[in-house]
Every structure is written in C-alpha cells, then in structure tokens.
C-alpha cells in the first residue's frame, strides 16, 4: 500500500462550482500535513498546512481526520486559474524530516 | 530573497557521463530534499538532508550521490548517467513548515 494515495482524476467542474479531493495515508502516525498545487511544468507550490481543527484561506478549506487517516481540500467558486494538479503531502513519524507526496489530482476548471 | 534555484535548468546527457546539479537556499532552512518527477509516477525523494554535513537516502537513491558541505547548498551528483535517469529533477528545502522546491532541472539522457 502506498504511504499516500490521490484519485488521479481528471475532476472537471464548470466555474464557480466547488470541488473536494480526498487523500489516505497509511502511516497513522504521521505528523504534518500539506496541500501543494503543481501547473503543468512547474514546480509544485505549498498551497496550505492541514491541521486538525482545519483551516481555511479564502476559497479553499483543508480538513484532516486523524481517525480515518485521511485530508481533504474544499475548493468553493471554481476559478478557471484553479486549473492545476493538486498533491498531497505527509511527514510519517519518527522521519519527521521527510516529505511523502501523493500522486496528486488533476483539476480542471471549464467554462 | 532568491528562494530556491536550480542549475542548471535544461541538459542533455549522453549513456556514461557524470554531471552535478545545484541547488542553493537562501532562507536558512535545514532540511533539503532533491526529488525526482516522472510522468504518473509522481514525486519521488532521491536523497536528503537534515542539517550542514548530513545526508540521508530517500526512496530512489541508486545512481544517485549527494553533498551539503554549505547549509544554503545542496548538490546531486550523478557518476556515469543512464537513460533510466531522464527525468525533471525538483530541489526542495523546508523549515519547520511545508517546502519550497526550486524551478526544476530537466535532464535527458542519450
């Protein structure tokens, strides 16, 4: 089983509609977790920590449930520039040093 | 402040030869990490550090070799380059938080 698990998609979605991603991992130990967002050819960019309580940061909200071992991100009004693929990423115990990132999730925004 | 940078940014490589790729921070983190991204595969870690003078092997770290001399540096080194080698290859470093990656360096061996 790999550490963190995406649904690659594609999500395609008409603009101003809300999306969510969920992604697992199977360490439950882990400690810090992170929403990156990668354009084509570019390299991935933090997007927002993910912390217990969940936070929000305008139109995106980030959750993360401990029980069942998983972080999702809430994306409300779609933005055609929200168009990018979305990485989910985990610091496992005892390795707190390293970052383990999903496969990501392709999001694209259409008009 | 730079952030992170990568050089060099594109290169091509022919079956045996070495080449080192750089990457320099300039926020004073501790941790540097160099990943390496293939088509479906996502980010995979090569090697990394946790500190000057340290280094650790990651998930794909054969072929590969790596050193901090500086904290603000962080080389990878590949010996005799293979195809299986062709790759975008991403720098990150972090702090206590998430991580900032470097603009990447697009490698293609022949």
């Known amino acids: 089983r790999k550490e963190v698990e995406q649904d690659p998609g594609p999500f395609n979605v008409p603009e101003g509609a809300t999306v969510a991603f969920n992604c697992t991992y199977s360490?439950?130990?882990?400690?810090?977790f992170f929403w990156y967002r990668q354009d084509c050819r570019k390299e991935p960019k933090l997007l927002m920590s993910?912390?217990?309580s969940g936070n929000e940061d305008g139109r995106f909200t980030a959750q993360l449930n401990r029980a069942s071992q998983y972080i999702s991100l809430l994306i409300r009004d779609s933005k055609l520039s929200d168009s990018a693929t979305y990485l989910c990423?985990?610091?496992?115990?005892?390795?707190?040093?390293?970052?383990?990132f999903g496969t990501g999730t392709r999001l694209q925004v259409t008009l | 402040n730079a952030g992170v940078t990568q050089t060099p940014k594109f290169r091509v490589l022919k079956t045996g030869q070495s080449m080192t790729l750089l990457c320099a921070q300039d926020?004073?983190?501790?941790?540097m990490y160099w990943y390496r991204q293939d088509p479906g595969m996502g980010l995979r870690l090569i090697h990394y550090?946790?500190?000057?003078?340290?280094?650790a092997k990651g998930e794909v770290p054969d072929g590969y070799n790596v050193s901090r001399l500086k904290k603000q540096n962080f080389l990878l080194g590949l010996e005799s380059a293979a195809p299986s080698q062709t790759s975008v290859y991403f720098c990150?470093?972090?702090?206590?938080?998430?991580?900032?990656f470097g603009p990447g360096t697009r490698l293609t061996v022949t």
């Open positions: 990150a470093s972090r702090d206590g938080q998430g991580g900032y």
């Open positions: 360490n439950s130990a882990s400690q810090s």
């Open positions: 993910v912390y217990s």
């Open positions: 990423v985990v610091t496992p115990t005892g390795t707190a040093s390293k970052l383990t």
């Open positions: 926020m004073n983190h501790e941790y």
């Open positions: 550090s946790v500190g000057e003078g340290t280094t």
